[in-house]
């Protein structure tokens, strides 16, 4: 069975639309022809996603969004998702979009690095960005 949860690791996160949120990363997985067995998105600070930054990268700097595939290459997906709020909110600000629209789309940027796409270049970027577009809009 597929499984979406979101928890919080240090501080009290409100989340719209829960089940919503769930079909739209299930129907990027079923397009995207990946299979998941649980994805637990995790809602943290900036210091609390920097300390992981640090440990598991050993990048030392802000980001809105760490993905940890725990799952073996043959296995269905299991991963969990660090998510920044103290990101989301700057980068909505930043783009000019809704908080929880910014949120969806990080969200989705996530699951996207699950089914194998990157964005170490200007390229991948784009098609990135490209699949990104075409989620939010489900």
């Not at 390229?123 to 990135?128: R, S």
Request: aromatic share 12%; glycine share 2%; hydrophobic share 35%.
């Amino acid at each position: 069975m597929n499984k979406i949860i979101f928890n919080s690791a240090d501080r009290p996160v409100l989340v719209y639309k829960r089940r919503n949120l769930k079909k739209c990363i299930t129907e990027l997985f079923r397009l995207e022809r990946c299979s998941f067995q649980k994805i637990s998105y995790i809602f943290c600070s900036d210091e609390y996603l920097l300390k992981l930054n640090n440990q598991y990268l050993n990048h030392n700097n802000y980001t809105d969004i760490l993905t940890f595939l725990l799952s073996d290459k043959d296995k269905p997906i299991e991963s969990e998702i660090y998510i920044s709020m103290d990101r989301v909110k700057e980068n909505a600000k930043t783009y000019k979009v809704s908080y929880q629209t910014e949120l969806l789309r990080v969200m989705i940027h996530g699951a996207l690095h699950l089914c194998g796409y990157d964005d170490k270049n200007k390229q991948a970027k784009a098609q990135m960005r490209k699949k990104e577009d075409f989620y939010m809009h489900l």
